[in-house]
């Protein structure tokens, strides 16, 4: 999971991966363009030398529950906890929704501009992995774009409970990122994504922090990896986030993907600070 989390870190691409010494990121594996089906899920670049690189994925939550006027865009903390190592801060980050963008966002795409970056406080590489809870405060709502609904409390819980959660039950996976190509070698960290990015993944497990998931394109499945942080793991064919990628799942995401949930206490505790939770 460490290691995982440092790499994640570093999901920019071009002149943001330079900056690092982590592997550079891969996304979502096994799929297919998203085009404007799940218009809220975002692409978070970082502003630097007059450029706009690729850094996170993630999602609108809708307004603030303080201010309405400010949009609330929920990522992993792992993409904005390190903005400072590097010598940025939470105004220098923008947001686009986009559905084409690719490595980096041009001076034509439409963007959200950002006031401040803030994560889970238990939130550590080491020894908190369990808190990677971002999120990045927006200058303005999004206007005509339904925010990503959160879970209610213990809902994986109580679908497990009743028998809802099969080795038949598949999730939604939707990020930007490059597209992993590790058939026949290591993976190829180059290959540009589309765009926004759509894939399935079939139920495996649960624990008290985490939902498990297959992601093996061979069995026919695809899922989220380090470009992919901070994006939401959707009830299939809903709007309802129940996961967060974070940092777990096999190292080249030909197999697993672990994300972290969305409706323990944990999660609840740090969000419902800026959101209306069910």
């Not at 992919?228 to 974070?246: E, F, I, K, M």
Request: hydrophobic fraction near 40%.
């Amino acid at each position: 999971m460490t290691s995982r989390l440092r790499m994640a870190a570093a999901v920019g691409v071009t002149t943001v991966a330079a900056l690092v010494s982590a592997s550079p990121a891969v996304a979502i594996d096994n799929g297919v363009p998203d085009g404007t089906d799940h218009p809220n899920v975002g692409l978070l670049a970082i502003e630097h030398d007059g450029v706009k690189d690729a850094w996170c994925s993630g999602f609108y939550a809708g307004p603030h529950k303080a201010d309405p006027g400010i949009g609330v865009y929920v990522t992993a903390a792992h993409c904005v906890a390190d903005l400072a190592v590097f010598g940025f801060s939470g105004s220098d980050l923008t947001v686009t929704f986009e559905p084409e963008v690719t490595i980096e966002v041009d001076e034509d795409t439409n963007t959200w501009a950002t006031t401040a970056a803030t994560w889970h406080p238990a939130f550590a590489y080491d020894t908190a992995a369990d808190a990677d809870y971002g999120v990045v405060l927006l200058e303005d709502q999004v206007g005509g774009v339904a925010g990503v609904q959160f879970p209610r409390a213990r809902l994986l819980d109580e679908l497990a409970a009743r028998g809802a959660l099969r080795p038949r039950t598949v999730f939604d996976n939707v990020g930007y990122g490059t597209v992993p190509a590790f058939k026949g070698g290591p993976p190829d960290p180059f290959v540009p994504t589309t765009g926004r990015m759509f894939a399935t993944s079939k139920f495996i497990g649960l624990t008290a922090t985490h939902l498990h998931l297959l992601t093996n394109s061979d069995a026919g499945y695809g899922g989220a990896c380090y470009g992919d942080s901070g994006s939401p793991v959707l009830r299939h064919g809903s709007n309802t986030a129940v996961a967060l990628v974070s940092g777990g799942g096999d190292r080249i995401c030909r197999a697993t993907n672990h994300p972290l949930r969305l409706d323990t206490p944990a999660a609840r505790a740090f969000y419902r600070d800026y959101l209306q939770l069910p």
